[in-house]
């Protein structure tokens, strides 16, 4: 998703509850249903503590999950730009997290 010239100013992390064989799981699947690979690291945070301190834990659900949400985060620790949804298929396009970068770029 990031070019070289992007690499140098940012990373992408996702966080995630599920445990690191299920994360292979999720990404084996994206590899053979969208033949593409993850080129980002995942980490695992399966008691949520990260999460419960973005508020984006939903305990209400089914199958208790944290709200989809990206957050921009510049070199100072402020959180630049975030979209959060509860509604785990709703995710932002790569164009919309590409400006957010551009802006603090």
């Known amino acids: 998703m990031l070019d070289a010239d992007q690499q140098a100013d940012a990373e992408i992390l996702a966080i995630s509850v599920d ?3 299920e994360q292979q799981m999720m990404i084996d699947r994206v590899a053979e249903e969208q033949n593409r690979t993850i080129d980002f690291h995942i980490l695992a ?4 503590a990260v999460i419960d ?18 957050y921009v985060i510049d070199r100072e620790g402020v959180v630049r730009w975030k ?9 932002p396009s790569n164009e919309d997290v590409m400006a957010a970068l551009a802006e603090i770029g």
């Open 53 to 70: 301190r973005y508020g984006l834990f939903n305990a209400d659900s089914r199958r208790p999950v944290p709200h989809p949400a990206v």
């Open 45 to 48: 945070d399966p008691d949520h």
């Open 19 to 21: 445990e690191r064989p």
């Open 83 to 91: 979209f959060i949804e509860v509604n785990y298929r709703i995710r």
